[in-house]
């Protein structure tokens, strides 16, 4: 990395903190979730592949920062290492995470059960696979209810309703009775919301939440995602659609090749991307308000751009975990 | 102007509703497509909008005669599909070939790429037994922009964009007339999405293949095709030139799915405008 690009990188990183003017950021306080230069390494076979190549990253109490990258980027070992849920063979080599100021970098699976659901929990982009299709929704969410809470019986049943209701399910009491194959994907989608949201976790992991919806049903349960954060919940949304972390999330991170590229507001990183990967990305962004603009694979753009700029950059370090 | 390549004109078609069967006697029939028709001449492209229900895979369906529709007709070079005898119905269906959503379900996984894309050609014949199809596999798969050495891999070992480039070299296998690409670009990250539509784009292109293209991304659709229908319930609420649609929805529902589409573009008060908030 050049030394122009790191000075862009620290300034935007710096804007992050000062909320830039009519961006609706919260008033600065302690990040929900702070990683600071992560390294992962998978060792399989005797060999030492680098995952994730000195990632920092913070995300505040009712702030919504988005996880930009394409898919082998690294965005999931990310979310894996925030949640305590690193594959085999994945081990963090330096580096530490700090989630609602605890040092987790080296916890061990008990003592993360403790935290994830009641400090972070995680939405996934297949609701479908997110829930047991063999058993009905009461019963699913009831489980997160009594394993957190301690809530049962008619107190549960209480509960399990008033958080449909808040992700606006209308009928909660007929869906509580529902399997997950009965339900629209939208509908599911704001089912797993509401576990996830049960126990008023202090931040929460959407992965490509809506990746799989219908863009009606996505705008949606975009505005639910941005009513929980008005609440004080920290949100680490992980997509690659540059689309919905315009209109949705006050900062951004680019990651790729296991690195943060580029870090910044939303304002300002739209305005003015600073890395070409960045700009890359947004040339691949189909617009159907620009009949001319063609759209460009990131690889292609990335390496016009490469040329123009005359400047080196080594493509083949992609991770393709 | 010749008359169309593909042409379907009120295609009407009901399944049963099986959420609905009573415990004896037979399900109500529900209405999937209501008088859909278009035309599609060759080297033109035809997007399919629609969101989830809305009918667009059984139009794929009907137009392929996987499901024949109870009335109207699908023609091809201006012959009605319905007459034809199964021989001529076999022929139809390689010239018009389906590409579908998910490539991991729709290629076999114990199965190498070059068995896979070369399948079509064993299937009728047009490949010796012995014939390993080296030639016609590499020849396939650079046709869709991939290395000839992904031959010898399995579908997992492929990524995404891959392996939708293996399935879409699959349907060329038999040089069709047409291609009726349902969803192929869902799941795929924006990089790879612009390759599988820069490819389609390239094919039509070079060989004046005929596209349908169902897809709910709205702006696919506009920088791929160049005339689209609307569906909302199995029936068309709009079509006809992409440009004029895009540029001037006539519709109120065309408007409001144009809306919800979230442009890369900071914008505060999106979030709030229009749309119940309730599902």
């Known amino acids: ?321 | 102007m010749n008359s169309p390549l593909l042409q379907a004109r009120g295609l009407r078609l009901a399944l049963p509703d099986l959420a609905h069967k009573p415990l004896f006697g037979a399900a109500p029939m529900k209405r999937i497509l209501h008088d859909v028709g278009f035309a599609l001449h060759t080297g033109g492209t035809l997007g399919v909008i629609g969101e989830s229900g809305s009918g667009k895979s059984t139009l794929a369906r009907a137009l392929t005669w996987l499901l024949p529709p109870q009335a109207g007709d699908v023609l091809f070079e201006g012959r009605p599909v319905r007459a034809f005898t199964p021989a001529e119905l076999v022929a139809y269906r390689t010239r018009v070939q389906l590409v579908f959503q998910d490539p991991m379900s729709a290629l076999n996984p114990r199965r190498r790429v070059r068995a896979i894309v070369t399948q079509p050609l064993r299937a009728l014949g047009r490949l010796a037994g012995a014939d390993d199809g080296v030639q016609q596999s590499a020849a396939l798969l650079r046709r869709v922009g991939l290395a000839p050495n992904l031959a010898d891999r399995y579908p997992h070992e492929l990524s995404g964009g891959q392996r939708q480039r293996v399935g879409i070299a699959r349907a060329l296998a038999l040089q069709p007339a047409a291609l009726i690409a349902d969803e192929v670009t869902s799941g795929l990250d924006v990089s790879a999405q612009a390759r599988i539509v820069a490819l389609l784009d390239e094919l039509r292109r070079d060989t004046g293949l005929a596209l349908v293209f169902i897809s709910h991304d709205l702006s696919l659709v506009r920088s791929l095709c160049d005339e689209v229908l609307i569906l909302r319930h199995g029936e068309v609420v709009e079509q006809g030139e992409s440009a004029r649609i895009f540029a001037q929805p006539q519709q109120a529902y065309t408007r409001e799915l144009l809306d919800a589409i979230p442009l890369p573009e900071p914008d505060p008060g999106w979030l709030e405008r229009g749309l119940p908030a309730s599902a």
């Open chain 1, 1 to 321: 990395m050049t030394e122009a690009m790191t000075a862009a990188m620290s300034a935007a990183i710096s804007a992050v903190t000062t909320p830039a003017p009519g961006a609706a950021l919260a008033p600065p306080a302690e990040p929900v979730l702070s990683i600071e230069d992560l390294h992962v390494e998978i060792h399989q076979a005797g060999r030492i592949s680098p995952i994730l190549r000195g990632v920092n990253l913070s995300v505040r109490p009712g702030q919504i920062h988005a996880l930009v990258g394409e898919s082998g980027g690294g965005k999931s070992m990310v979310t894996k290492a925030a949640t305590g849920l690193l594959p085999q063979g994945a081990v963090i080599s330096q580096g530490r995470i700090v989630l609602d100021g605890q040092d987790v970098t080296r916890w061990a699976e008990p003592r993360w059960r403790t935290l994830r659901g009641r400090t972070v929990s995680m939405v996934l982009q297949d609701p479908l696979t997110a829930l047991n299709p063999v058993r009905r929704i009461v019963a699913q969410m009831g489980d997160v209810l009594r394993l957190h809470q301690g809530l049962r019986g008619a107190e549960a049943a209480g509960e399990c309703i008033r958080l449909l209701d808040q992700v606006q399910v209308r009928d909660p009491e007929r869906v509580l009775r529902l399997y997950p194959h009965e339900l629209s994907g939208g509908m599911r989608q704001r089912v797993v919301i509401a576990m996830a949201w049960a126990c008023r976790p202090r931040l929460i992991i959407c992965d490509e939440p809506t990746t799989a919806l219908d863009v009606t049903v996505q705008k949606q349960v975009l505005r639910l995602i941005h009513r929980l954060a008005g609440e004080g919940q920290g949100v680490l949304l992980v997509t690659h659609d540059l689309g919905v972390v315009a209109k949705l999330c006050h900062s951004l991170s680019v990651i790729h090749g296991g690195r943060i590229l580029e870090s910044g507001t939303v304002h300002d990183v739209y305005a003015a991307p600073q890395h070409p990967y960045t700009r890359a990305l947004l040339a691949a962004t189909p617009r159907f308000d620009r009949p001319g603009h063609s759209l460009v694979p990131v690889a292609d753009a990335l390496i016009d751009q490469l040329i123009q700029e005359g400047r080196q950059y080594d493509l083949d370090r992609r991770v393709t975990a």
